[in-house]
């Protein structure tokens, strides 16, 4: 890093303008899905229509941001059992990511919504749950002014590749590793 100001400009002084974009937030760190958010915000801010599909995140939370997202017209689907590892049934888990994605793809394929927010969707994809191929095929055709972000760790090297936008947050430290539980306000 540099102890002086930029003086020369960072980007090509021309850009094409796209009718749609594919941004994935991936990698250790907090920030994926409260990333996504702040995009959700500002597509809704600029009168877009926009969903969610959570393939994790159980609609017995009821976190903070769906609260707020259904009071501001988002369609929310929180579709997830839970995390794997509280789960008492593992074929029931894949069975709702399935169904997770069956809800994702109509969705995206529907052109209704301006951006669709497809959170935590590298954990089935991941682990076999759900086709890559097929996620990615339907990223790729999907109607051309249809925005998809995808969060989760260890995003797939094709998921990658399709996205215009990719952000890897990097842990340094997290408040969990410490025995500290997740807050409400902050986490959820």
Not at 74 to 87: A, Q, Y
Request: proline content about 4%; hydrophobic content about 40%; overall charge negative.
């Amino acid at each position: 890093m540099s102890d002086r100001p930029p003086t020369e400009r960072p980007r090509p002084d021309v850009s094409t303008q796209a009718t749609s974009l594919v941004i994935v937030n991936t990698g250790e760190g907090k920030g994926k899905t409260t990333a996504a958010m702040g995009i959700l915000l500002r597509a809704v801010s600029r009168g877009w229509k926009a969903c969610v599909i959570q393939f994790i995140k159980s609609g017995k939370w009821r976190a903070g941001e769906e609260d707020v997202g259904r009071k501001l017209g988002i369609e929310w689907l929180s579709l997830g059992e839970g995390f794997t590892w509280d789960s008492e049934d593992l074929d029931r888990d894949r069975a709702a990511a399935r169904e997770a994605w069956r809800a994702a793809r109509e969705r995206i394929d529907s052109g209704t919504y301006d951006v669709v927010l497809l959170d935590e969707v590298t954990y089935p994809m991941s682990w076999g749950w759900i086709p890559t191929a097929e996620v990615v095929g339907a990223i790729r055709e999907r109607p051309g002014h249809v925005n998809v972000i995808a969060t989760g760790r260890d995003a797939p090297t094709e998921l990658l590749d399709v996205a215009d936008t990719v952000t890897e947050m990097t842990k340094v430290r997290h408040a969990f590793d410490r025995g500290i539980a997740a807050r409400r306000g902050i986490d959820f």
